[in-house]
């Protein structure tokens, strides 16, 4: 918590000097958090840049909690360099996002998790708030790739129905939501790599970065569905995982 542009900096370099690989903040209110409003800016604009100032001098890239239309606005403004969510995005600050080219991560897989399993418990509020901030979620993404806005695959793994080791699920959202199933693979390979600033270590299958590979059997051009079903899983050269079952390796 912080409140002003003096302690948001103060913050952000405390942060920075625990060797962090990103700076996040919550522009918005949030959908799990209880007493907020996901459509609520929760920092201005110059509040949003000194923490951002501080990640660039670092070297570091940025990242924004965002779900409502000025709080989007606001961080692109500000220099941001990812949008997480971006649910309730408006014209502006889609286009906004694409003349910058700051990358939207779109998690459908997180609201979709909460609105296709009534089965699941949560609570009254959560699913209120999924609901408003998921309404217009697909126009957004459908908007923004239209606009040429770049794409990185996240997936806010880790909650009740959106457990970690089902995140291959975000490929279909994302052809659901627009994107062909190229751009859902390169949101996930070139362009996590290019938000991440690793693209020289990953993302791509070329001589010199590391031997990160998945393989499938099936085209995921055809069928999407097909990125949940990995028969081969290689990390760093090391095969982990090989027709479908995992590979156990001696423990150092």
Sequence with gaps: MANSPDEIRRLA???ARNHVDCIKLCASGGIMSAGDLPGVQKFTEAEMRAAIEVAE????????HAHGASSI??????????????TMADEEGIRLMAERGTFLVPTIIASRSVLDNPHLSFPDYIVHKTRLAAAHHKEVVAAARRVGVKFAFGTDAGSTGNEHGDQAREFGYLVEYGLTPMEALCSATTGAAELLRMQDEVGTVSAGKYADLVAFCGDPLEDITV????????????VCKRDGEPVFGPVL
Excluded: F, N, Q
């Excluded at 001098?57 to 924004?64: D, K, T, V």
């Excluded at 949940?228 to 050269?237: A, E, H, I, N, S």
């Design 13 to 15: 370099r405390e942060i």
């Design 57 to 64: 001098m670092e070297g570091l890239p940025s990242a924004a």
């Design 73 to 86: 606005t606001a961080a692109v403004r500000a220099g941001i360099t990812s949008i997480e969510h971006g």
């Design 227 to 238: 990125m949940t079903r990995p028969d081969l899983v290689m990390k760093g050269g090391v």
